[in-house]
C-alpha cells in the first residue's frame, strides 16, 4: 500500500526533463497521458484484496472466502473473524495435511493442542494421538467441532487413535511460621548436707485423787486413798534445710 500511494501522487510531469517540457506538444501528451495514469491506478487499487482486506466490505469478504476455498468459513461469523480467515487461508493450505496443521486446528477450538504421532509413544504406522490442555467446561459440541476440524486438516491415510484431555489447576498455598524462644531448666533435689535436727520434749502430769469407799453390810473400818499418776508428752522433730544454687 506504501508504493501504491506513492504511485498515486506521482505525476509524469514531475519525472519529464525541462527540455521536454518546454515543448508544447510533448507537455501536452504528458498531461493527457497523466490524467489517464491516474485512473488507471486508481482501477488498480480494486483488485489488491489481501493488502486492503480491512477496507472490504462484508460480500466481498465472503466472495473470496469461496473462491479460495476457505476451511470452516461460517457465514455467520463476525466480519473480524471472516477477515482473519480469509488472510491466513494461503498459509494455511500450504500446510494442509502437516503436523502442523493439526495442531494449528486443535488450538483453534482449546488452549493448547500437541500431535503425538504413532513412531513416538509405539504404536500403528500413520496414527496419531493429541494431547489437549482443556478449558473446565467442555461440552460435547467442543469434541464434535474438534473432530471436525481434525479430520479436515490431516492426511488421508492418517488415523487418530485417541484425544487426551489436561486441566490445569492453580491454586493458592500460604505458609505462616513464628519464631519461638524458650529456655529450659532442669531442677534435681538439692543435696542435704550438715543437717541439723532439734527435738523438744514435753511432759505433762495431772493428780486425781479420789476416795474409794466400799459399803459393806458390816461397819467400815478402814479407809484407803488412791492417787493415779498420768504422764503425757509431745514431740516435735523438724530440719532446717537450707538450699543454695551452685
Given at each position: 500500500m506504501?508504493d ?16 521536454l517540457l518546454a515543448d ?16 488507471l491506478?486508481?482501477?488498480?487499487v480494486?483488485?489488491?484484496?489481501l493488502?486492503?482486506l480491512?477496507?472490504l ?6 466472495l473470496?472466502a469461496?473462491?479460495?476455498?476457505v476451511?470452516f468459513?461460517?457465514p455467520?461469523?463476525d466480519?473480524a473473524?471472516?477477515?482473519?480467515l480469509v ?7 500450504r ?29 500403528e504406522?500413520y496414527?496419531f494421538r493429541?494431547?489437549?490442555l ?5 461440552t460435547?459440541?467442543d ?7 481434525v479430520?479436515?486438516a ?5 488415523v487418530?487413535d ?7 489447576a492453580?491454586?493458592?498455598m500460604?505458609?505462616?511460621a ?13 543435696e542435704?548436707?550438715?543437717?541439723t535436727?532439734e527435738?523438744?520434749?514435753y ?7 479420789h476416795?474409794?469407799?466400799?459399803v ?5 473400818r ?5 492417787s493415779?499418776?498420768?504422764a503425757?508428752?509431745i514431740?516435735?522433730?523438724y530440719?532446717s534445710?537450707e538450699?543454695?544454687r551452685?
Open positions: 506504501a501504491i500511494q506513492i504511485i498515486d501522487h506521482l505525476s509524469l510531469l514531475d519525472i519529464l526533463p525541462d527540455n508544447e506538444k510533448v507537455y501536452a501528451a504528458a498531461k493527457a497521458v497523466d490524467d489517464e495514469l491516474q485512473r491506478i486508481a482501477s488498480c480494486e483488485v489488491l484484496h493488502p486492503r480491512d477496507e466490505p462484508e460480500e466481498v469478504v465472503d473470496l469461496w473462491e479460495w476455498h476451511d468459513y461460517e455467520s461469523s466480519i473473524t471472516k477477515r482473519q488472510r491466513e487461508s494461503i498459509a494455511w493450505h500446510i494442509k495435511g502437516t503436523k502442523a496443521a493439526v495442531e494449528k486446528m486443535a488450538r483453534t477450538v482449546f488452549k493448547e493442542g500437541v500431535v503425538t504421532e504413532w513412531f513416538e509413544y509405539g504404536g504406522p496414527h493429541i494431547d489437549l482443556t478449558a473446565p467446561n467442555i460435547q459440541d469434541t464434535a467441532r474438534l473432530l471436525a476440524v479430520n479436515a490431516k492426511n488421508v491415510r492418517s487418530l485417541e484425544l487426551r484431555f489436561r486441566r490445569e492453580q491454586n493458592d500460604y505458609y505462616a513464628a519464631p519461638s524462644i524458650h529456655t529450659t531448666y532442669e531442677i534435681r533435689p538439692a542435704i548436707t550438715d543437717a535436727a527435738a523438744r520434749r511432759h505433762g502430769a495431772a493428780v486425781s485423787a476416795t474409794a469407799y466400799e459393806y453390810p458390816e461397819t467400815v478402814d479407809a484407803a486413798i488412791r493415779t499418776l498420768y503425757g508428752g514431740g516435735s522433730i530440719k534445710i538450699v543454695t551452685t
